[in-house]
């Protein structure tokens, strides 16, 4: 079955440290979103990427970084210089790559606690 | 820029009965796209209904339906016979060149 798996389901890091989310996809999309998301708000759009070898910069990039080095994997690296990293991470694609009425398909997300 | 706003942070529904769930959103741009997505406890986000800004008809899925109306920039969900598993998250979303969110409604529904 086509889809977005997103590893691991649960993350633990110290402060300080970098870490790496997984994003993978098998769906043919051209473009892929990673998003993050605080308890009793919306998704923030962190980075997102129309075609391989291109990314933009979303609402809230600062401190994270992103590869598209293949266009079914998105890995977004939380860096240390994020100041508040402890947050659910999802990934989306979507195609056409511009197309308005496209949905998103989400992976089930990455909860990510940094202590 | 774009905004959306979902002005109810919860609702509560008796089973069986309709509620509506409130989104207005602005944009400058007259080709858009408006999404509302389902998200339970479990996390994962899933797609319920898409609108498009020059669709002239309602959207409908199934006991999801879109009510829109451009002139007062609102796309409210309305769920028919609510059920049990209703009981989630609900997010409105807009589109112009990216996917903005609200930030949500708890629905639950109750026996």
């Known amino acids: 079955d086509g889809g977005i798996t997103q590893s691991p389901k649960y993350l633990f890091r110290k402060e300080g440290q970098n870490v790496t989310l997984s994003c993978e996809q098998n769906?043919?999309?051209?473009?892929m979103y990673w998003y993050r998301q605080d308890p009793g708000q919306g998704l923030r759009l962190i980075y997102y990427?129309?075609?391989?070898?291109?990314?933009q910069k979303g609402d809230i990039a600062e401190g994270y970084s992103v590869s598209r080095e293949k266009k079914e994997s998105f890995p977004l690296t939380v860096t240390s210089a994020q100041k508040n990293p402890t947050a659910f991470y999802l990934c989306?694609?979507?195609?056409?790559?511009?197309?308005?009425?496209?949905?998103?398909?989400f992976g089930n997300g990455t909860r990510l606690t940094v202590t | 820029a774009q905004k959306i706003t979902q002005t109810q942070p919860g609702m509560f529904v008796q089973e069986k009965e309709a509620v509506t769930l409130d989104c207005t959103y602005d944009?400058?741009?007259?080709?858009?796209?408006l999404f509302w997505y389902k998200q339970p406890s479990s996390g994962e986000m899933i797609f319920l209904i898409y609108q498009g800004s020059y669709d002239q008809q309602n959207a409908t899925e199934g006991r999801y339906s879109l009510n829109f109306q451009k002139a007062r920039k609102s796309a409210n969900l309305v769920i028919s016979a609510s059920q049990l598993g209703d009981s989630a998250m609900y997010f409105c979303a807009m589109r112009v060149n990216k996917l903005t969110f609200g930030t949500g409604t708890q629905l639950k529904v109750e026996l």
């Open positions: 989306a694609s979507s195609t056409p790559r511009t197309g308005r009425d496209s949905p998103l398909h």
């Open positions: 990427s129309q075609i391989v070898n291109d990314f």
């Open positions: 944009t400058s741009d007259p080709s858009y796209g």
């Open positions: 769906l043919n999309h051209d473009a």
